[in-house]
């Protein structure tokens, strides 16, 4: 790459034209290399079907190129012309309530209606077209936020799809009748074409039923997003993204499997510092170059018609910018250009005002770009270092989640963030690494909260710990099959043999009394919990108290080179003791598993290590209260310019260092 | 009867045949000599329209009483198969905000649709015959938890009859028009089929509207399950009953009256003391036999995709099935034999779990097994000792509550549970009795909360007064007519006349200041409440403070030969000085009426009488913190086979004690 | 006029006709002496189309006369009878959630319906000829509460209207287009037939379409109420109002603005103390000769089948009557006479119960008669004496704080309750005025919350300020535009220029640190808020702390005789420390601008001043805990017939005094 990118989402499209040149003096100003542009303005090109003129971004892609700036095109299919949708209900996203999104908002149009696809490709190859050897375009993104707004649509067209989608998994009805267990309620069906859409309401769905749907719908839209790319690509070879949020209902691992860099918003606001860590440490571990693309964060506050969230606190943006290239980001990039004069993000924060004056974000952009100037060199000669603890976070976990919610009030993310907020403050680093990923080069592999254990994923994790690798899986980790049902052979099908135990009860722990003890540590045990029994394995942790004291809550088992873990239930890490629990029981088996790549630092500071021609440590003040870390080497701090030794040292609020090691550590 | 029934429910259909013989090892070890089949089955045995074949149900039931196992055989029409419901969006159950209730769900098609009933009589008719002579067949269920989900339905199907049950209730629309006073706001209706359904939203509809809508949803349901009942009738003569829970939408005083035993189901939690003796007070008093039946509760804890409950700690199971035998269970079920593998409640507890091993609750299911077997022959040879006191507990009321919610954020069970509790913890044994029961042998009777006074309930109350009853009615009782209008005579219409009363001003007491005194003791009055003037009868109570000092609020006047007090207002017993007013109104008033079966017991402690070849007392402690309680006399406790002496004695936490007494009591 | 009014609402058709005359008795006895008929008894008059017949109204209204009771006559559209609808679903009331009212709501069918109007417009036509020349019919009251519960309709008709309104609005759809800023997310519309209504659910619908939707909803039903006048001033002279609450989605200057004078309903509780008066001091300032109509308040306590609220504590009834005869009310009506027996309002406080008996406020109408009799000569001889003091509550600003909620979690409405307290507790008489109501004669304007300032409001206000007048305007004055679009010349346009400032940012303030200090005193500044330079204005105050330290926050400007003050930010009132900045400030500019009559007295107790033939001042304590006042002169008091001295005076829980100044004050 020539040059870490500093972007902005620019709506040229929205102002008059002459606008442009003053926009450009602006950017240029605070260092703006890059902008993305296109993604609702699917009527300013196509304002009446077929009349599509895309010169305008030509236009203007040329003008930015000519001063030095890209652009990432998007394409416009989030915001349909009216068009598409006037007199046209059939075509509008249905919610499992009935209710029907219409003309006015994002993603009204159901992404498996043929119609939009048909005019969607249309406009796309269009402008890939009218793109396609422009120097300018720098990239591609599809869409804007897919499924941001509603999970499963249950249009008509869906429901049709549906049933071709379930002949085409099971083949016979007889199939999916028995894997869904649909005896129970006499909810059998005869035909594909009975089988029902999960509206509401019923009492509650069939659990199969629920999560095949989801799979549907994260399925079918991922389609949509990869016909978009095809058809692109014929024309152009700039890479091609899609921005997600962590809260999409999406299945962003399949998405971008098949798309060249993965991109994700951002959006924390100032005391979010675990959730852009937890962020890019997940976004990064996607592709295998260990980089990614900050497509949206705001420059000071968020805000529509509905609420505006505190501006960011002096220094917040830098941190969040600085944290993200550390962590593997090629570009950081900003919503939006220019405050909306209309719509419905009006009281969005942005660069400049409507009225074109610095808004409140600018100075702080500034202050962004100039520390992205220091970072550059040493940045692009480095890549973020491959860290040697991974945690599975899997979207096909989130999705038998919101199925079956067994998470006493919280969501898959929340209870990660929570285990990722832990393994930081052990001073791992880590990867959160999709189910698919290759386990290659880690020494700890951490699988919480994944209710289904495929094959495959048996298998890798097996071979992992046969070459060496510690594999904890648990908690509430192998408890469902794939179709959702319950195991009928033992509680955890083969993970049992595999892990040499017996669960003797899989139970809702929380309030019995049930405690873990792990060495001189207690805690009490919450969630749903296997009571353990061994056969083969040795126990690490009994479960004292409750329904079923003398039970084992962890075991381990010797596996080839490596060892197997089951961590039978889940010690509350909401409150102190639960922490310290966890944490000792991690911080064992990182020692045993000889993780080497530690950091020593104050709660809420962090330390990213980057490596290549030098290595680099970035240590951030994430907390905005200050803190201490150990430098472990002596090296060249960049932004004082001045030699540093290794000790204790010392960051004030949002306060950050990037040091160049003198020498490589030994780790 | 021959035995006290132990049961579960069954569900064979859904697991490979050879499994059955494994069950019912495990059944036997556990001494279950009853399960429940088939609510659910009706695709299993007619998978496509008249396909029907009920044969493995036959060779089931042979098999299980092969072994000494009964079956209660239900009717599977709570859960249709598809074809009854897919194209045929007529049939299903729509609420008053137009939700249709789709497959996938239970009770989803609307139970006075004709096509549900007409091929529900023909599954029903086959079953009947096909189990007409079979000895294992001890009983039948109709369905399963009618009106669980939706109370009111508002299809077509419901509005047409709705008119017809209207044209047959008021003759003539005038009628209709002058019972409701529908002037008010001009709802004047020109005829019958004008009349809407309550359909939210208007703001809110006509009370009288509401509450004979409820009345209609009520009586018509009744008519399917009574339908039911007659076509089994005509082949089998086991006893029919139904399962209902205390919350569901309906009548079940009337539901009963034509169905042969009463069911009910519990599922309370371990914490839940007060309710499952609530229940045990009102189902068994349904019947004249003193007898009723435990269909549901659960063994361990309860689940499904949506929420778990917490375990029960050990014992209380024992003191659940030990309260209702004693009460006059003549069985305990619990729900279910084995975990679900698929659907949506796969995280409810069990006796066995998907993979055929025990669980959680399974040792608890042993203990009440050796429990159970110990009573038997005492409990066989008496049978539950009639109280002396009793309470109105109207489904009519709870209508009139649904309609009017003047309980300040509570509902009609709450309210009444809580009077029921303060009961208990008086050491007065009561039945809780519907508003048509027979009064014969109570000496104290209380009529609180019943805002309608029906002409044959005055009646029967004025005669159990002049025959030396002492009858406590209100507070909240007799304010509104039949049609849930308000009298225009006045306030309470006759009962003020019976009274000897003149209620100054009915109004909502709370807050304002006013006070109830009663002998020394004063506390806060709250909900609507009658400020009273006396026109024959005397001042018991008076109301101190607030807008209306100086009148009465309890009064009472001879009558025959017993007395009937007016309790025009409600002391708050959310507060102690609430609850000491409220009980030394009631103790007064048993002492006065003679009640002698009273105990004497911790709060959390309570004793249950029985009588027959024996007297019996079963002391329990039910909130699981231990207790005192006085044993009236000598005796021979069972479990302990020793000798007891009558005085104070001690349980432990969700301890118990069965007393043979050497003497009958005194009472 | 003749006499200070005493009325109540009446519903003679809902009772047997002999009762008239027990109710004329009662009327008399406690000095009613107006009565209001007739807005739900359409079908009473029209029980099916064309069989009209208001003869029993008309004998009514004679009856009544002939015992000197006077009736306001009300038009019955607001409950059309089953005949409007049965069959009609598309005459009904659609809100954006897709629901239909239905009959037995009020107001179900929609007011831009034109069977409804030609039906009602035929009705009032019936009444009004009948009644044309009647002596007793001295108003009439249009419908009853428009809007009271749908905001706004999305019915087919109102799509038409809507598109009408459009056209007529815009002339062109470009125009549009433009005005609101439709390239955003391809919302652009091709005709006017194409926009949306803004039903639920899109995202959030565009700004400038929400706002417009809701004048559109305003005018219409504005032109509902117009039509109706009309016809009736074809027949009648006598004058016309409509009843209306704070709380309607109603346009209220605009709607009075062609009727003859103003009513309001008031149902405060006896806590309410600042909410009458906020609404005597708004109503009262809708039309000049400062007078009013109290429509409906509750005797003693409001209730329908859902809630009741707590009596009123003694006394109260009364203060809230001569506050709002003080205040400029020419009448004080209660809702109801007779509480109903059936329908849904039974447990609301009347006069009379439904069986005839005196109700709990009968006792406190009687006691507001005594002191009505006693007030009257002296109030028909002066009216509400204007104050020099007016702040501007606009329904225009209302509608654009429903279309973007900027005032965390408020309303427009409790925030300038909160403005008007303060103004009321620094001892200013005030009037709340429209924003196009005339400014003459008023010394001290303050313009808070008026997101959009219209060119007239800034040449009126210029002209005052030039006159010598002082204008305060701000905080979150003059941010968007007409269209609700942002200002693209700068944040507040014309009104930067005229207050000779620039607004460097403006942008969530709360929670970031940011202070405003005016002289000694600092407190937090919350919303969204200014941050100012000065372009020819003086500072007045500045931000400390927070995200834009050193800029200002109010600045002061002369022009010509007056000056021009601009509130940039808000401080938070909520806290002891925000209310004296805010006190402090408005102190400042009311001594300033020579604002003379001001009051002491202590919080909870009010002046009010009436001027004509005399200078009366009425005290009231309002907040029920007894308070003192200065008397500013000796003077007479009515009440207790005495000679009252200047200086301090004591005023019971809930007490007045009504005193007769022996010499004009100075001011």
Known sequence: MEKLFHCVAYYPELWPEEEIEKDILIMKECGINLVRM?????HFMEPRPDEIDVSFFVRVVDRLYSEGIYTIMCTPTPTPPIWLTHGHPERLVTDIYGNKYIHGARQHVCTNNPFLRERGLKIIEAMAKALQNNPGVIAWQLDNELKALVGECVCE???????????????????LNQAWGTEIWSEYYNSFEEVVQPLSPPVIHNSSLMSNYRRFSRETVNEFAHEQAQIIRRFSSAPITHDVHISFALDTHALFSKLDFTSMNG???????????????????????????????????????????????????????????????????????RQQRAGMEQTHGSLISAWGQPELGLEQVKRVEKMRELIQPYFLRTRHKRPQVAMTYSEQARLFFFTEPLLEGEGYFETMLRL????????????????????????????????????????????????????????????????????????????????GVKVKYFYPMS???????????????????????????????????GRTPGCAFITEKKLGKGKIVLMGAMPDIKIEEGRMLWQSIIEHYADEARVTDRFTAQSGTTLIYRTGEYEIITAINGNGE?????????????????KVSAGKRELAPFGYEVVILDSPLSI
């Open 38 to 42: 296109g993604e609702f303005a699917w």
């Open 157 to 175: 067209e869906c429901r049709k799809l549906w049933h071709k989608w379930l002949k085409n998994k099971y083949g016979t009805i007889e199939n």
């Open 267 to 337: 959006y924390t606001q100032d005391d979010g510092y675990n959730i852009w860590l937890f962020s890019y440490d997940l976004y990064r571990a996607m592709k295998q170059d260990g980089q990614f693309f900050v497509t949206e964060t705001s420059p000071s506050y968020a805000g529509n018609l509905t609420l505006t969230t505190r501006p960011h606190r002096e220094g917040f943006l830098e941190i969040e910018a600085l944290g993200a290239y550390a962590s593997g980001a090629f570009g950081f990039s900003y919503w939006l250009f």
């Open 420 to 499: 990722h907020e832990n393994l930081e403050a052990l001073g791992l680093h880590r990867d959160l690494i999709g189910q698919d990923a290759s386990l290659e080069g880690y020494k700890l592999l951490l699988t919480p909260f994944l209710p289904y254990l495929s094959e495959s994923y048996m298998r890798k994790a097996e071979q992992f710990v046969r070459n060496g690798g510690i594999w904890i899986v648990g908690p509430m980790s192998g408890y469902r099959t794939e179709e959702h049902t319950v195991h009928t052979d033992c509680c955890l099908s083969n993970l049992e043999t595999l892990a």
């Open 511 to 545: 309030n019995t009394g049930a405690s873990g003890r792990f060495k001189h540590l207690t805690a009490p045990l919450i969630l749903h919990g296997c009571a353990l029994e061994t056969n083969g394995a040795d126990v690490m942790g009994a479960v004292e108290g």
């Open 626 to 642: 200050g803190g201490r870390y150990l430098l472990p080497s002596d090296g060249y701090e960049i932004f004082s310019h001045s």
